[in-house]
């Protein structure tokens, strides 16, 4: 029986544009993020992956990215469950802030520390560790049974709520995984055993 689950982060949003610290808000894709998440369906097209059921967020950027990639499928019908679990990681106070502003206001090292450390959370929001809290119960829960029956799992969301399921799934340390960037409309497939660990990794954006 093939075991199958594809994580993708969702396409370019404006937010991700504009270089603002996002989090639970609720910004679009831009057109160039539209395109990602299409070239990401034709990719896994090419690569002849048909979906039983996918999971996404609470937010649009992540939703739209899967409606439009099960589009190009000719999959728009599949079942899709969204829940919060899969939100990116709340980013508190600094919602809202510029990237570099943050880095002019708080220094290099403090903004560093509350995007890619393990533990430290931004005034207000998640740490990853948090975030991971959140994930990992979900998945556990609903998304791992689905593909363990065998069922083709697709999962749209967001750099962090991902980083959470790539450190299971991939038996990352806090320290790799930090060091693992995720890309804006990326296929990631995994192919799992029956005791729920990974066989083999593919990355489509990196083999394309
Ligand atoms: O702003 C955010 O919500 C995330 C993802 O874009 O940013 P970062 O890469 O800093 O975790």
Do not use: C
Not at 137 to 161: C, D, F, K, M, W
């Amino acid at each position: 029986m093939q075991r199958r689950l594809v994580l993708v982060r969702h396409g370019q949003s404006e937010w991700n544009l504009k270089n603002l610290f996002t989090g639970w808000k609720d910004p679009d894709l831009t057109e160039r993020g539209v395109e990602e998440a299409k070239a990401a369906g034709r990719r896994l097209k090419a690569e002849g992956l048909r979906f039983d059921v996918a999971f996404t967020s609470r937010l649009r950027r992540a939703q739209r990215t899967g409606q439009l990639l099960l589009a190009e499928l000719g999959q728009s019908g599949v079942e899709t469950i969204e829940h919060e679990a899969l939100n990116e990681r709340d980013y508190g106070d600094l919602t809202g802030l510029n990237k570099d502003e943050a880095r002019k206001s708080f220094g290099e090292d403090q903004v560093l520390l509350w995007r890619r450390s393990y533990d430290v959370p931004p005034p207000g929001g998640e740490s990853l560790k948090d975030t991971v809290a959140r994930v990992l119960p979900y998945y556990v829960q609903e998304i791992l049974p689905r593909a363990l029956r065998g069922e083709q799992t697709l999962v749209t969301a967001h750099g962090n709520s991902l980083r959470a399921l790539i450190m299971v799934l991939e038996g990352l340390t806090p320290e790799t995984l930090l060091k693992r960037e995720l890309h804006t409309g990326a296929p990631i497939v995994y192919d799992l055993e029956a005791d729920a660990t990974v066989s083999a990794v593919r990355d489509l954006a990196a083999s394309a």
